[in-house]
């Protein structure tokens, strides 16, 4: 739930014990956290390539070089966009579902893919530079909010698998390594969407 995002930012240890210990559905998880968090990132693209553009440096004479999106084609573009963002949520549950299969305590997949929401919490605050979507801003934001989500899966994965710390590592890079795999497609979609948008569609 919302409430979770403060303590995953502040104390992340003692947050994922609490999260460990609830019983959360998938549909109530996805209705209280994962539709309005990934609609961080969604709006915030719909905004900045609409009223600001993208900025491409300047041209030859010292004018911003912005590239924008029709408001018509970027509702397209957002609706694709978030269900592209819900669907690497439940495919990062999945992930991690499949990687405890040979752990004593495997948790089951409805609390996979609710410790796959609240690991991509940062990555999701992290959409909000696309507001003013400068190509080195965003990549920063990204590379932020990339960090602090492996410092959660580092903190957090070991005890929801129940698992020592050792064995905890590897679950957690081996997470990490898909994550990231599944990251690295969603944003090469995603500048395909929203900085080619208006010729793809």
């Keep these: 739930m919302i409430h979770h995002v403060w303590g995953l930012l502040t104390h992340p240890n003692r947050e994922w014990q609490q999260i460990r210990g609830e019983n ?3 549909s109530h998880f996805y209705g209280s956290h994962v539709l309005l968090m990934a609609a961080i990132p969604v709006v915030c693209a719909f905004i900045g390539t609409t009223v600001v553009g993208w900025h491409f440096g ?3 004479d010292g ?4 590239v924008s999106v029709s408001p018509t084609t970027a509702v397209l573009l957002a609706i694709i966009f978030y269900a592209l963002i819900l669907g690497a949520i439940w495919l990062m549950g999945n992930v991690i579902h499949w990687l405890a299969r040979r752990y004593p305590e495997r948790p089951d997949l409805n609390h996979c893919v609710v410790f796959a929401g609240y690991m991509a919490t940062p990555m999701f605050l992290s959409g909000v530079v696309a507001l003013y979507p ?3 801003l ?3 934001a990204g590379i932020a909010g990339l960090c602090y989500t ?3 899966v580092y903190a957090g994965l070991p005890s929801f698998l129940a698992i020592d710390q050792h064995e905890g590592m590897r679950a957690s890079s081996a997470a990490l390594a898909i994550g990231v795999l599944v990251l690295e497609a ?4 995603t500048v395909l969407l929203w900085g080619y948008g208006a ?3």
């Design 199 to 201: 010729s793809l569609v």
């Design 134 to 136: 400068l190509v080195w």
């Design 150 to 152: 492996a410092y959660l």
């Design 138 to 140: 965003c990549l920063l």
């Design 58 to 60: 300047t041209n030859e």
């Design 186 to 189: 969603l944003l090469a979609i």
């Design 63 to 66: 004018l911003a070089k912005t």
């Design 24 to 26: 959360e559905t998938i």
